[in-house]
């Protein structure tokens, strides 16, 4: 059964920093991996896709990395500002289709 | 295109009353997800379509919750009857096949209170 787990479930820091976010997931059998985000009190926005042939995807001050081997994916975030200030998801997508989601790791950038 | 419309955004009823949560997908997406948020199990698949068909129900907490897509527009999440566990963000989402690069895109969810 594929279980994602996203550390750390929480993350306070200072405006400017690089941020890294983890994303581990127990089956290396996937189509893809895709990272969302989440305001409170809304629904998810997709910021990257990544297709199981793939190692990275940029845009703007998001880099994904995935290491399908070792069942691993990173979200790098740049001079974070504070409307980064979200949940960030993860969720695999397997070969039967479904998106699988971890638990989401708290982000606030403070200024 | 508008996204992922979902109807009603916010949903407060009563214990026993039945619920209706709407769904209109991306046109021309063929993948159709149901998913229910809260604060102690996250994002959980309820049932998804494919092509209109339901693939995977297993998710499916109860035989209180039904599902349904008639076409390829529009679908349905109903809950009869309702109790205070059902209170969550329920959210549809919408994806089109192409091998691999299926990105999915959500709808703005429905906020059930069951009182």
């Known amino acids: 059964k594929q279980e994602v787990t996203q550390i750390p479930a929480a993350l306070s820091v200072p405006e400017g920093e690089n941020l890294v976010l983890n994303c581990s997931f127990t089956?290396?059998?996937?189509?893809?991996l895709q990272w969302f985000r989440q305001d409170p009190g809304k629904g998810l926005t997709s910021l990257l896709l990544?297709?199981?042939?793939?190692r990275e995807q940029t845009s703007g001050r998001l880099n994904a990395s995935l290491d399908k081997s070792s069942g691993r994916s990173t979200l790098y975030i740049a001079a974070s500002q504070p409307g980064d200030s979200a949940t960030y998801l993860c969720?695999?997508?397997?070969?039967?289709?479904?998106?699988?989601f971890g638990t989401g790791t708290r982000l606030q950038v403070f200024p | 295109d508008a996204g992922v419309i979902q109807s009603p955004r916010h949903e407060v009823t009563e214990m026993g009353q039945e619920v209706t949560l709407r769904c209109k997908p991306i046109?021309?997406?063929?993948?159709l997800f149901w998913y229910r948020q809260t604060m102690m199990r996250g994002l959980e698949l309820l049932i998804y379509?494919?092509?209109?068909?339901?693939?995977?129900d297993s998710g499916m907490p109860e035989d209180r919750f039904s599902a349904k897509m008639p076409n390829a527009s529009f679908s349905t999440l109903k809950i009869q009857p309702s109790e205070p566990r059902d209170s969550a963000v329920y959210f549809c989402?919408?994806?089109?096949?192409?091998?691999?690069?299926?990105?999915?895109?959500f709808g703005q969810g429905t906020r059930l209170t069951v009182v």
């Open positions: 089956d290396s059998a996937i189509y893809n």
């Open positions: 379509f494919n092509n209109n068909v339901p693939i995977d």
């Open positions: 990544i297709q199981s042939s793939q």
């Open positions: 969720a695999v997508r397997p070969w039967t289709d479904k998106l699988i």
């Open positions: 989402a919408s994806s089109l096949y192409r091998g691999g690069n299926t990105e999915a895109f």
């Open positions: 046109s021309g997406h063929d993948y």
